[in-house]
């Protein structure tokens, strides 16, 4: 059964960037898209974009052109996300998540990471 | 651009009667519409995908409908563990979530 490991929680200056890891283990990991999803405290998800490691390409949501990099490496089964330019509204528990399909970053996630806590604050 | 709505934002449900949770979508998905439970402190879940299919594990009480812009989460007895908040998300495009209903107890 496949899991997804994050990294630990961050605090972080405004303007600074976050970099968060995600390691997968027990299944397959470079043909299933990994996509990375925020939540704000009290507030919805949403879906920041994602990656097929095995083609290395991501793809984003509009809102984070320019700011986010999702990466992977199939070496060690871990996806990568770094959001520059860190504010305060960047407070939230990130989560990488598993698309159920193979080769398709937009799909339903059926796997899910346990979140990271990033804090923005002064 | 798409923009994904839920009704009711809170349902108050009594354990073991029936809850129908809707989620509709401003253009078509098709079937490209999947269900999530999620509770305090934890990811969401996966229950439903492709508007009716469900997820490994999931028990039949939770069962999904709808085609296009019009979708239903229904669960048909309501149990302690499934007052939650739902949300539905579209991957016609890219993902797109709605802004959750919340279930809680009667």
């Known amino acids: 059964q496949v899991q997804l490991v994050q990294s630990g929680a961050e605090v972080k200056k405004p303007g600074s960037s976050v970099k968060v890891s995600c390691k997968a283990s027990?299944?397959?990991?470079?043909?299933?898209?990994i996509s990375w999803v925020r939540q704000a405290p009290g507030q919805g998800l949403e879906w920041m974009g994602g990656?097929?490691?095995?083609?290395?390409?991501?793809n984003y949501a509009q809102k984070f052109q320019g700011r986010v990099t999702i990466t992977a490496d199939e070496s060690t089964s871990t996806a990568y996300m770094e959001l520059s330019s860190l504010r305060s509204e960047d407070t939230a528990v990130y989560y990488c998540?598993?698309?159920?399909?193979?080769?398709?970053?937009?799909?339903?996630?059926?796997?899910w990471g346990q979140g990271t806590m990033v804090t923005v604050s002064s | 651009e798409i923009v994904m709505t839920q009704s009711p934002a809170t349902l108050s449900v009594s354990p073991g009667e029936r809850a129908t949770l809707s989620c509709r979508a401003s253009?078509?998905?098709?079937?490209?519409l999947a269900w999530y439970q999620q509770k305090p402190g934890q990811a969401p879940r996966l229950l439903i995908y492709?508007?009716?299919t469900r997820a490994t594990g999931i028990p039949a009480r939770f069962s999904g409908s709808g085609s296009g812009t019009e979708f239903t989460l229904t669960i048909s007895s309501l149990q302690s563990e499934d007052f939650a908040v739902y949300y539905c998300?579209?991957?016609?495009?890219?993902?797109?979530f709605g802004p959750g209903t919340k279930v809680d107890i009667k």
């Open positions: 998540a598993r698309s159920v399909v193979v080769v398709i970053i937009s799909g339903a996630f059926d796997i």
């Open positions: 027990g299944g397959t990991f470079s043909s299933y898209a």
């Open positions: 990656i097929i490691p095995i083609f290395g390409t991501a």
């Open positions: 253009q078509s998905v098709s079937s490209n």
């Open positions: 492709g508007a009716s």
């Open positions: 998300q579209q991957y016609n495009n890219w993902p797109l």
